[in-house]
């Protein structure tokens, strides 16, 4: 192999890799940037320059923290680095303060503090099942440290629009790989500190509990897979717990020796939002108001329903927030919830009944994380990444896996794009998309070898190309434009919406026929 | 297929970085009442598209030359002409005769951006490729390799999307050229490389290879026959495209005289601005430009440039090979640059040569003190950076085998005083020293403020050891050229 010339070391390839997504990410530095890079100045001030006591009282600023307390510890110490750049970033009354050197030292944290993801993606390519026998470009690591590595979504929402998933999403990944290699409490540690960074990892933490309850609490299991109760391990169990309570007290016991439970817990679960963001998540809330408002317009049109009695923002509203149904029922936050659990509960039984390992429990996972961005409540389009990382990993050992990787993270990347809605980031979310969407398809045909993408599947994805032209090109130069600006958002997330929920069904399917290949019913 | 995959990775790559580059300030951003490049650029849109041709390059009432006047051949202006009647189409205020003087916008720069974007498509980045796939050996993953560096040059990259120029065009069309000499296409080359010419007149530095390249190959083929045959029909088109070209001038003797007045300002003097060449670093210790009449110093130039241009254009006359030819550009545009009159910064942007990884850097770092002008650090570092890492990485360039480094003549000769792997190891070190003093020089400019007395001192510093690693690289490489046997059966090399 002509890359990797016999002087480079194994791991030549994986710095170079690493350090060619960081120069990208510099060169970004003075890129758009959204409302969440004043969110974190403003947490960095808040931190700084208040007391613990008033962190999650202070409200100076319309974003207030709403992130569980490791995170603002975090911030914490960031402040101190940002003391070196601008002192005057840690004002909290200097709103929108957006100065050369803040805006060099956010970028600069977010593209340092990536190294913990760098890390994790390494640990995770030592628990792949290496072939020796194949080139550099076409190795199972190869591919998925570029996957993850030089992820799409993960690049526009951390590096432009502003966030730090890359780190937590590095120690999310890290505590996957250290479940792998059976150092389930390391694993588990690094988990809880993961929900007390940021607590939409909620969503997967059903996958943990049920997992760690079966495959570390019970030692043993029976011949034919199900769990030997007899093998309980109360010990572990208390070591486990132990683990989980520390962090947690860690985490919130300050909070609750003030006796400031409750504010905090409101500003991390503000229900008062509506069903849908203000761009509708590719989910299924998005096609049920669909289907809600065709079907008022056409009860409109068939008389059979008295367009006074409709609620005003039906007809004219675009994408808001408090959507109020008409023709099909209302729906609220419990019904939310029992739709998430309903979608994620037979993949936790198949998980109890039959694990596989680590494997099994990243499936278990990338459902979980797929279920709740499709039925949850005020889901974001940026969780689909919770879904699309982990399953990178399934999709280089798997070829039906391969398949919905690539419907899933080319529709939930396509989904992101409108969150870069400025002129001069458009030749950057093609180019970028392009390049990421070449790179899984090419690499994961080469893989496993044979078509990956039936006519169908293809035809629809191909459909993306049309879509993107229309909603960034010819739609603006249209009159509706000023009028009803929310069609190109609409008619993203409804038609992306289609592919996600297909990629959910798909992973069911998969998971219930294909039998567990390696290690059928065991934990390791 | 797999090929195609990695050649459309390494364009979007390419591009990517452009477009990131892009973001930053350009020449002369928000600095009335001159401005810079960017807004020369603007005025030719404005000037081209409201003025009729002979009025171009004249000093009128409506085309004041001292702001910002054409300097560049009548393609260039051609060129701005497009993109004028492109803008007037988005927005007439961009291009309003007199009233957009000094017009900013973030749309407009948005607009000026795509421009160079468009022209690195169509014309620069499928010449990098061509080149490389059908005029370098190896394997196809290292063809695909070689691309992607020359895609990533820090200089050119920053110099047309950060500071604001158009020589990928320039370069593009030069590099056609060379792909079509190098195909055996030579009339389709020499109307390509005269295109160039006619875009830019520094392109003179690359002409005199094509010249005797060209002319080496039809003695070859004997001055009777064949060869006077091929030498006619290239003149005929080359003259034929300039006639095209400068057609709405050749109606009066005066206004190509006027042209070319504006095209070789030779009242202008040896030099301006600190640049790296000689007579800027002899001038710290001799003040050449008081020392000797205008006059003078022409001549002196003309002379010394043509000196160091002789040897290795008379080696490629005699024997008319690509691999003689790829070293002559080389040669003949160093020298040009090393010893002609008015010379500046971005006259150095050489498309052709991955392995003296040195000095490409090096050209990106001789241009440190117009970026920092620019306020482009940030990109300078951050594609310079990783232009190394990719070339040391994807090339391997320390641990190749001083043969593969075209070091052999120099190795033979060395022989008797060093070992081989003394000889690497030397080779190494100079690398990892040049590398060391760019690096310090860059940071020295960027951070610290030089003293009082020597307010010049960082871009005085960063010509003088620029232009050192240049005289280094000429003698090398007029060495390697020279030193090749006459006869060598077929190409043995890359690049």
């Known amino acids: 192999a002509v890359m990797a010339s016999p002087m480079n070391s194994d791991s030549g390839w994986f710095l170079a890799l690493a350090l060619g997504v960081s120069f990208i990410k510099c060169l970004l530095i003075n890129a758009y940037h959204s409302t969440d890079f004043e969110v974190h100045r403003n947490w960095l001030a808040v931190t700084h320059s208040m007391p613990v006591s008033k962190w999650y009282y202070e409200a100076t600023s319309e974003w207030t923290l709403d992130y569980p307390p490791f995170f603002a510890w975090f911030e914490y110490g960031l402040s101190h680095v940002a003391a070196y750049f601008d002192k005057e970033m840690l004002v909290v009354r200097n709103l929108n303060y957006a100065s050369p050197a803040t805006v060099l030292f956010q970028r600069l944290s977010v593209i340092v503090t990536d190294v913990v993801f760098i890390y994790a993606i390494k640990e995770c390519c030592k628990c792949l099942r290496e072939d020796k026998g194949k080139e550099l470009l076409w190795k199972p690591s190869f591919i998925l440290a570029t996957l993850l590595l030089w992820n799409f979504g993960l690049i526009i929402v951390d590096h432009i629009h502003f966030q730090y998933n890359g780190f937590l999403f590095g120690v999310l990944l890290l505590s996957v790989a250290r479940h792998f290699q059976s150092r389930h409490l390391e694993g588990a540690l690094l988990f809880s500190v993961l929900l007390n960074l940021k607590h939409i990892y909620l969503y997967i933490a059903p996958a943990y509990g049920v997992f760690l309850l079966r495959c570390f609490c019970f030692t043993q299991s029976k011949t034919d897979g199900s769990v030997h109760w007899k093998s309980f391990s109360p010990f572990r169990f208390v070591v486990l717990g132990s683990i989980v309570l520390t962090t947690f007290a860690l985490s919130f016991g300050p909070f609750i020796a003030l006796g400031q439970i409750p504010q905090v817990l409101s500003r991390l679960f503000p229900f008062k939002r509506g069903l849908c963001h203000a761009y509708w998540a590719p989910n299924v809330w998005a096609l049920y108001n669909i289907v809600d408002k065709v079907l008022s317009m056409l009860g409109v049109k068939l008389g059979m329903l008295d367009i006074n009695k409709l609620p005003k923002a039906t007809m004219t509203g675009g994408l808001v927030q408090e959507f109020q149904h008409t023709v099909l029922p209302s729906v609220s936050p419990l019904v939310t919830l029992i739709c998430t659990l309903l979608s994620i509960l037979p993949a936790l039984f198949h998980m109890w009944y039959r694990p596989s390992g680590g494997r099994g429990f990243l499936r278990c996972i990338v459902i979980c994380a797929l279920g709740s961005f499709m039925f949850g409540w005020h889901v974001h389009e940026k969780a689909i990444l919770m879904a699309i990382l982990p399953l990178s990993w399934l999709a280089v050992e798997h070829r039906e896996d391969a398949r919905t990787f690539l419907i899933l993270s080319t529709t939930g990347h396509f989904s992101l794009f409108p969150l870069l809605f400025t002129a001069q980031e458009l030749p950057i979310k093609i180019l970028l998309m392009l390049l990421f969407t070449i790179f899984s398809f090419t690499s994961l045909k080469k893989l496993f070898r044979g078509r990956l993408v039936s006519s169908v599947e293809a035809t629809y994805l191909l459909g993306l190309i049309p879509l993107a032209v229309i909603c960034e090109l010819v739609y603006p130069l249209t009159p509706w434009h000023h009028t009803l600006p929310f069609i190109p958002l609409l008619l993203t997330s409804i038609y992306c919406a289609l592919g996600v929920t297909y990629s959910f069904i798909r992973l069911y399917i998969s998971l219930l026929t294909v039998p567990s290949t390696t290690s059928k019913g065991k934990c390791q | ?495």
């Open chain 2, 1 to 495: 297929m797999d090929n195609w995959s990695l050649v459309s990775m390494c364009v979007l790559l390419g591009l990517t970085t452009r477009w990131a580059v892009s973001f930053n300030s350009y020449s002369g951003a928000s600095k009335p009442p001159m401005f810079g490049d960017y807004e020369a650029q603007r005025h030719w849109q404005e000037v081209a598209y409201n003025l009729p041709v002979h009025e171009w390059y004249l000093n009128t009432t409506d085309n004041n030359l001292s702001y910002w006047g054409l300097d560049y051949p009548p393609l260039t202006a051609y060129h701005s002409l497009l993109c004028a009647y492109v803008a007037k189409l988005i927005n007439p205020a961009w291009v309003e005769l007199h009233t957009s003087r000094g017009y900013e916008s973030s749309s407009h720069k948005l607009f000026m951006r795509t421009t160079v974007l468009i022209a690195d498509i169509l014309l620069y980045i499928p010449a990098v490729f061509l080149y490389c796939f059908y005029l370098s050996n190896g394997s196809s993953k290292k063809k695909v390799a070689t691309a992607l560096c020359i895609l990533l040059y820090p200089g050119l990259i920053l110099i047309d999307y950060g500071h604001f120029q158009y020589n990928n065009v320039s370069l593009g069309l030069a590099l056609w050229g060379v792909v079509g000499l190098g195909s055996g296409w030579d009339l389709l080359g020499s109307l390509a490389f005269t295109l160039a010419l006619n875009y830019k007149q520094m392109e003179l530095y690359h002409s005199l290879p094509f010249f005797c390249y060209l002319l080496g190959k039809c003695i070859k083929q004997g001055l009777v026959g064949r060869g006077l045959f091929l030498l006619l029909k290239i003149s005929l088109s080359v003259l034929a495209t300039f006639a095209l070209c400068w057609l709405p001038f050749l109606s009066e003797p005066q206004q190509v005289l006027q042209v070319l007045h504006r095209l070789f300002p030779v009242a202008r003097g040896l030099f301006e601005d600190k640049v790296a060449n000689t007579w800027c670093s002899l001038n710290v210790l001799i003040k050449i430009k008081t020392l000797l009449s205008r006059d003078a110093q022409l001549l002196l130039s003309l002379a010394l440039t043509f000196l160091f241009v002789l040897p290795s254009s008379i080696k490629l006359l005699t024997k008319p090979t690509m691999w003689q030819f790829k070293l002559a550009l080389v040669n003949s545009s160093l020298a040009f640059f090393l010893f002609s009159f008015q010379v500046h910064e971005k006259s150095i942007l050489l498309p052709a040569l991955p392995h003296r990884l040195s000095a490409v850097l090096c050209l990106a770092c001789s241009m440190l003190p117009l970026l920092l002008k620019d306020g482009l650090l940030l990109p300078y570092a951050v594609t310079s950076l990783a232009f190394l890492f990719l070339c040391v990485y994807l090339l391997s360039a320390l641990h190749r085998s001083s043969q593969e480094l075209h070091l052999g003549s120099c190795y033979n000769l060395t022989r008797g005083c060093l070992s081989a792997r003394n000889f690497s190891l030397l080779v190494k070190c100079a690398f990892g020293i040049s590398m060391a003093a760019m690096a310090v020089l860059s940071t020295a400019s960027a951070a610290l403020e030089p003293p009082a007395r020597l307010p010049d001192l960082f871009p005085v510093l960063v010509s003088i050891f620029s232009c050192m690693h240049f005289l280094a690289s000429l003698l090398y490489f007029n060495f390697v050229q020279l030193t090749e046997p006459p006869s060598r059966r077929g190409q043995k090399k890359t690049n």
